[in-house]
T-cell receptor, first 113, second 112 residues
Framework: EAQVTQNPRYLITVTGKKLTVTCSQN?????MSWYRQDPGLGLRQIYY???????DKGDVPEGYKVSRKEKRNFPLILESPSPNQTSLYFC????????????FGQGTRLTVV | GQNIDQPTEMTATEGAIVQINCTYQ??????LFWYQQHAGEAPTFLSY????GLEEKGRFSSFLSRSKGYSYLLLKELQMKDSASYLC?????????????FGKGTKLSVIP
């Protein structure tokens, strides 16, 4: 089954404790991206990757890192999480930048206390 | 920068037709998308417009006017399961790469 898988689905952590949210897709998609979704603000892009070893900042990259060492995986790293990073995070992938349809993972609800 | 506006909430009756509008201001416009998102779930793709006009897909249609910076999503024969948020998203080309920017979403409630 074609899918984008995020882990974990739910995470509560403390300020400053490094964490990684994993994202994996099995569709051989080139383009992957991370979004955060907050009430009243909608989906905002954090980082995106056009292909292996090619990443770029989205609208709200501060406090986040990503890597794209292999095509299928695009982890999101929070080196020192803060409470303002409490949010619902979505990973998405599409065949290419120009491809119409993006497939979203099921989301990771992160709480930083 | 980019600006995308859509109504925050709408209510419509089962079996009726509803139109959700989206206006945008962007440079390097390269397509407009509509996504559906049920509460607590991931967004799912509904439609895509890059040229002016109407795209029809079953009960859902989407319209685009690039000169007016305007799109709408039309839902016909509303069903209770259509209660969800509808996200308008604009793709733009800037400095050789493409970026997808989402509006804040319109929460649609379908009532009996």
């Amino acid at each position: 089954e074609a899918q984008v898988t995020q882990n974990p689905r739910y995470l509560i952590t403390v300020t400053g404790k490094k964490l990684t949210v994993t994202c994996s897709q099995n569709m051989n998609h080139e383009y992957m991206s991370w979004y955060r979704q907050d009430p009243g603000l909608g989906l905002r892009q954090i980082y995106y990757s056009m292909n292996v070893e090619v990443t770029d900042k989205g609208d709200v990259p501060e406090g986040y890192k990503v890597s794209r060492k292999e095509k299928r995986n695009f982890p999101l790293i929070l080196e020192s999480p803060s409470p303002n990073q409490t949010s619902l995070y979505f990973c998405a992938s599409s065949l290419g930048q120009m491809n119409t349809e993006a497939f979203f993972g099921q989301g990771t609800r992160l709480t930083v206390v | 920068g980019q600006n995308i506006d859509q109504p925050t909430e709408m209510t419509a009756t089962e079996g009726a037709i509803v139109q959700i509008n989206c206006t945008y201001q962007t440079s390097g416009f390269n397509g407009l998308f509509w996504y559906q998102q049920h509460a607590g779930e991931a967004p799912t793709f509904l439609s895509y417009n890059v040229l002016d006009g109407l795209e029809e897909k079953g009960r859902f249609s989407s319209f685009l006017s690039r000169s007016k910076g305007y799109s709408y999503l039309l839902l016909k024969e509303l069903q209770m399961k259509d209660s969800a948020s509808y996200l308008c998203a604009v793709r733009s080309q800037q400095a050789g790469s493409y970026q997808l920017t989402f509006g804040k979403g319109t929460k649609l409630s379908v009532i009996p």
